[in-house]
C-alpha cells in the first residue's frame, strides 16, 4: 500500500487549505485512516483520525476547524482546514492501518503566516 498526499501549501492566518491523501494497493473502507502533523522540534501528533462506523476523532486543537473525510470508492481521505493559525505550520502525513500494519504517506507541508 502506498499513500500519496498532497495540497498542501502557504496560506495566512485564517486561510483555509485542503489536503487529500490517496491510498494504492488493497485497502478496506474498515482500514482506520488518519492525519497526523510534525511541528518543527515537537514530536508527531494525531490531528484527526476515520474510522469505519465510528465519529471522526478530532485533536482538542483543531476540533471545529478541520474535518476529515473518506471517499472509499477513490481510497481517499481528505482533510478540510479553515481558520488556519500559525500553530498549525507542520508536515502532516496520512496514515493507514491495515492488518496490523501502519503505513505512512510522504508528508505534505503546511505553513501559516502570522
Known amino acids: 500500500v502506498q499513500l500519496q498526499a498532497s495540497g498542501g501549501g502557504l496560506v495566512e492566518t485564517g486561510g483555509s487549505l485542503r489536503l487529500s491523501c490517496r491510498a494504492s494497493g488493497s485497502i478496506l473502507s474498515t482500514n482506520p485512516m488518519a492525519w497526523y502533523r510534525q511541528a518543527p522540534g515537537k514530536s508527531r501528533e494525531l490531528v484527526a483520525r476515520i474510522r469505519a462506523g465510528r465519529d471522526p476523532d478530532y485533536a482538542d486543537s483543531v476540533t471545529g476547524r478541520f474535518t476529515i473525510s473518506r471517499d472509499n470508492a477513490r481510497n481517499t481521505v481528505t482533510l478540510q482546514m479553515i481558520s488556519l493559525k500559525p500553530d498549525d505550520t507542520a508536515i502532516y502525513y496520512c496514515?493507514?492501518?491495515?492488518?496490523?500494519?501502519?503505513?505512512w504517506g510522504q508528508g505534505t507541508l503546511v505553513t501559516v503566516s502570522s
Open positions: 496514515y493507514a492501518k491495515i492488518d496490523g500494519n501502519v503505513y
